[in-house]
């Protein structure tokens, strides 16, 4: 019959055994560990408030100019992961560009989107198509597409900046260049991206569709979120888990925003808790107006307007709009690459 084998040797000849394959650069899978039932993120439930980050940026804003500074980004980092990020494979930074102040023109394989927290008017200019940057909207700068930031308003203007480097890094698949100028001439439009794609289901016909993964729409104005938001909240509409979430599509495919990252906004009522679920991707969520809470793998993470929290992956979580108005939530995952691989998975509690 055929069994598995029983062999016991004496322990020092394993050890010996072992050493001499260290040296040899040569690990024994069974004594290092395998899969675990089920993942277990290195990262931890976080919360960032703003009333710490707000003074924080002014003042790297009076310390550090954008002359030294490719990017004037303070990164929010996980008080458990290694690296400088919130989560295991997304960034949630904030930016800070000063009145007068232009953030030069480079390009690079990860890719990137702005949340707009402060400030009204500044832009950011993708492949020379340029795009106004008002509070509340998200701005896409996709993969290797050359962006600069310009603030050309008299007040800061400071967004939440998201990309996919820890991911990247880890893939090591990272580009970077340098544009020859330090911003890129500006083409035609005042907001053309959005001129063209930003009324779903119409599509311009004099220029072929695009071809590339991400979406061809790179502003998404919170003034149009809003308005389809509160429409369904009257119909009564909405996910137990999130309430009413949609999600930042892609408007030629209805896919996700970029290959990499998913975006959403959601609105949660005055009084609304949400049921705890889970989900094989890690979420990042800026709140963009409300006061609440959420429940996260059992930490209590009080949230009010602009603060920035983090969910790890396959950790429950619900959340709770405190406030006596509606809440108005943010988020970027990266749930587009765990569904690419097929390890994307969702739970519920109970
Ligand atoms: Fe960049």
């Given at each position: 019959m055929l069994q598995r084998s029983n062999i016991v040797s004496p322990e020092e000849e394993l050890q010996d055994f072992y050493e001499e394959l260290r040296a040899q650069h040569v690990t024994p899978a069974w004594i290092s560990g395998g899969v675990g039932v089920e993942p277990k993120s290195k990262a931890v439930p976080y919360v960032w408030h703003w009333c710490d980050l707000r003074p924080q940026a002014m003042r790297a804003a009076q310390l550090v100019g954008t002359e030294q500074a490719e990017r004037r980004v303070l990164r929010l980092h996980n008080p458990e992961l290694e690296g400088s990020s919130a989560s295991n494979t997304l960034v949630a930074n904030i930016q800070i560009v000063m009145p007068g102040e232009i953030a030069r023109a480079?390009?690079?394989?990860?890719?990137?989107?702005?949340?707009?927290i402060e400030g009204s008017g500044g832009y950011t200019v993708v492949n020379g198509a340029r795009i106004p940057m008002f509070p509340g909207d998200l701005v896409l700068t996709p993969n290797w597409t050359w962006h600069d930031h310009a603030n050309d308003t008299d007040a800061p203007m400071i967004w939440l900046d998201g990309l996919d480097t820890p991911l990247v890094r880890m893939l090591e698949a990272g580009f970077y260049e340098q544009y020859g100028e330090e911003a890129q001439p500006v083409g035609e439009g005042s907001d053309p991206s959005l001129a063209k794609y930003g009324v779903g289901g119409l599509r311009p016909v004099w220029e072929p569709a695009p071809t590339a993964r991400y979406s061809p729409l790179w502003h998404y104005p919170l003034s149009q979120a809003r308005v389809a938001l509160e429409r369904l909240a009257a119909e009564g509409a909405g996910s137990p888990f999130d309430g009413v979430i949609l999600e930042y599509t892609n408007p030629l495919t209805g896919g996700p925003t970029m290959p990499t990252i998913a975006c959403y906004i959601q609105l949660l009522q005055p009084g609304e808790h949400t049921q705890a679920h889970r989900q094989v991707?890690?979420?990042?969520?800026?709140?963009?107006?409300?006061?609440?809470?959420?429940?996260?793998?059992?930490?209590q993470l009080d949230w009010e307007d602009k603060d920035v929290f983090t969910v790890p992956t396959w950790t429950f979580h619900e959340h709770v709009n405190a406030g006596n108005r509606p809440a108005f939530l943010f988020s970027f995952t990266d749930a587009p690459v765990m569904k690419a691989l097929d390890l994307y998975r969702e739970e519920a509690q109970g």
């Open positions: 480079h390009r690079h394989s990860p890719s990137a989107l702005r949340f707009i991707c890690c979420t990042n969520y800026h709140v963009i107006e409300g006061s609440g809470y959420s429940l996260v793998g059992g930490r």
